[in-house]
């Protein structure tokens, strides 16, 4: 799914984390990388936990969003916080909010969040909604989600 931030997204955002240091952090990655997802989550993971080698064809993006897929998917206190920013998407609070429930969820499960990368996949859920981000488990077939060897 090759779904990215517009930068008037990330304008709007900025002002909404204006006072949030991660999410400020995470939206200056998003926009160096012009709103792509992935590519400000790997230079995130890298920045904070230093070079991973996946194996070949894995997606260490779309390997953390199955793994979240299956703590978030089911977590009703996160179901909530989300639904209830989507009717207040002007609130900074609960913006900050999710992506702090986000960190604990995913902490609470051995999947320790840095706020910077939680602040992209929370973007990422709200961007293409929660029902898709359930449903949706592996990219498409011959898409491995990785990008294509360098020549």
């Not at 793994?67 to 989300?82: A, I, N, S, T």
């Not at 709200?126 to 011959?142: M, R, S, V």
Request: net charge negative.
């Amino acid at each position: 799914m090759d779904t990215q931030l517009t930068n008037n997204e990330i304008n709007v955002t900025r002002e909404l984390l204006a006072d949030y240091a991660p999410g400020k952090h995470a939206l200056d990655i998003l926009e160096k990388h012009n709103g792509n997802y992935d590519s400000s989550f790997h230079e995130l993971w890298v920045e904070k936990n230093g070079m991973l080698v996946m194996p070949e064809g894995k997606s260490l993006w779309q390997t953390t969003l199955k793994v979240l897929r299956q703590e978030l998917c089911g977590d009703d206190g996160f179901r909530g916080q989300l639904k209830e920013y989507t009717k207040n998407q002007g609130s900074a609070p609960l913006l900050t909010g999710l992506i702090v429930s986000l960190v604990g969820v995913a902490s609470a499960h051995g999947l320790p969040l840095d706020p910077a990368i939680a602040t992209v996949i929370v973007l990422y859920i709200l961007k293409i909604g929660l029902n898709i981000f359930c449903d949706y488990t592996e990219p498409p077939a011959g898409n491995s989600g990785t990008l294509p060897p360098a020549n």
